[in-house]
């Protein structure tokens, strides 16, 4: 009777790399290489398994612990959960400019500063299809005309931040804003805070916070100052309309809900997707404001969206909110006259997460058939499938 032969345990492939084994200072540019290969091997798997529906227990994902060790797979989670934790689904092109000012502010030195508009042709020029980028990752290819976009843009960061030596980038002489207004004290204090997005002020009493309300519209125009958010991404001031939206919401300024919904409409836009949340924290006293929003059909999209979002925030755990809140995107519904078709999709999307499909079905069903809505944002295959089996067969005949 033949024995089986016992094969070593593999050792995991993260500690087979020396600077693991201290993870202070920062790897050797060959270890470094190495990390973010297996990293982007580890995010590869980890996308494969949500895909597959596979849970955090499973034999799998014990193999990638086995693999990679816990401490990388528990990273890689987190900015897998990071990356695909939007703020606002209508406003993503705000996260993610911010998120290139963040990255640009850390590692940009020697590369241009893009906006927004020219970060969209870059992508529109270089990236080619998902397919691509992704084999591009994996192997470690440049693309034929020889422009690395991930290099320009600093794709891909989450994956290297913390094994890369900073690399601020120094205003350029010929980057030009005007000059940005001078602030009193208490607020002051947000000019300083820079990209750390978690800071925030915490009120010792009623009495503080009284006083800073005071300071409302100041808070508000540190928000549009044009100086503090065209400001150069690693200088400190340049975050503070940042904190400036998100100290209103603390404050629940509910006056200031209509002068924000401006920032939707901005050229390097990179807060908005957040107003939704900062309109809901305010309280109900931003809601005749956020229907006025809604509800102004020369407003745009996002604008309008980004007010939709967080009507639909507010109805959490209120009954009331949820029978008002369907009632009114049903009535947007129903205009045939004067319709948007990306707004009637998110609306529509929104009524699905109320689970309010059934409620407003001959509403919804009406303009799909009507081609009044944006199908890229919801289809009826989208919905429970039950719900448009009519309308389908309509289709086929």
């Not at 320009?152 to 980038?169: Q, S, V, Y």
Request: glycine fraction near 6%; hydrophobic fraction near 40%; charged fraction near 30%.
């Amino acid at each position: 009777m033949s024995r089986r032969k016992r094969h070593p345990v593999k050792q995991a492939a993260f500690n087979q790399i020396e600077w693991f084994e201290h993870r202070t200072g920062y790897p050797s540019q060959e270890e470094r290489g190495k990390i973010i290969h297996l990293r982007e091997e580890l995010s590869f798997e980890l996308v494969k398994s949500m895909v597959t529906g596979i849970k955090p227990n499973d034999s799998q994902i014990q193999a990638l612990v086995g693999k990679y060790g816990a401490q990388e797979v528990e990273r890689a989670t987190r900015v897998l959960k990071t990356s695909l934790d939007l703020q606002s689904r209508v406003a993503d092109d705000a996260a993610s400019y911010r998120e290139y000012r963040q990255r640009y502010a850390r590692f940009g030195a020697g590369l241009k500063f893009h906006t927004a508009r020219e970060i969209e042709e870059l992508y529109k020029n270089h990236a080619g299809p998902l397919t691509k980028m992704v084999a591009r990752m994996r192997d470690m290819t440049l693309p034929e005309d020889g422009f690395d976009i991930s290099k320009e843009l600093l794709i891909g960061w989450r994956d290297w931040e913390d094994i890369t030596p900073p690399a601020i980038p120094l205003r350029l002489d010929d980057y030009v804003v005007p000059q940005p207004a001078a602030y009193p004290a208490p607020i002051n204090e947000l000019l300083e805070w820079g990209g750390d997005l978690k800071k925030h002020h915490e009120f010792d009493d009623d009495r503080e916070l009284l006083h800073w309300k005071k300071f409302i519209p100041a808070l508000t125009r540190m928000a549009f100052d044009p100086g503090l958010l065209n400001g150069w991404p690693s200088e400190n001031p340049s975050w503070a309309p940042w904190h400036a939206i998100h100290a209103l919401g603390n404050l629940q300024a509910w006056e200031s809900a209509p002068a924000l919904a401006e920032l939707a409409d901005l050229e390097n836009d990179w807060l908005s997707d957040h107003l939704s949340h900062i309109w809901a924290d305010m309280g109900a006293e931003t809601e005749p404001s956020l229907w006025m929003i809604l509800e102004t059909a020369s407003a745009s999209t996002k604008r309008r969206g980004l007010a939709a979002e967080s009507l639909f925030t507010m109805t959490d755990g209120n009954k009331a909110m949820e029978n008002k809140v369907v009632k009114g995107f049903e009535k947007i519904l129903r205009n045939a006259n004067n319709f948007n078709p990306t707004l009637n999709g998110h609306l529509i999307s929104f009524l699905r997460d109320l689970e309010a499909v059934d409620d407003v079905y001959p509403s919804i069903e009406e303009a799909f058939e009507q081609n009044r809505v944006d199908t890229h944002i919801i289809a009826p295959e989208d919905l429970e499938p039950d719900d448009f089996d009519d309308f389908d067969e309509d289709d086929d005949e």
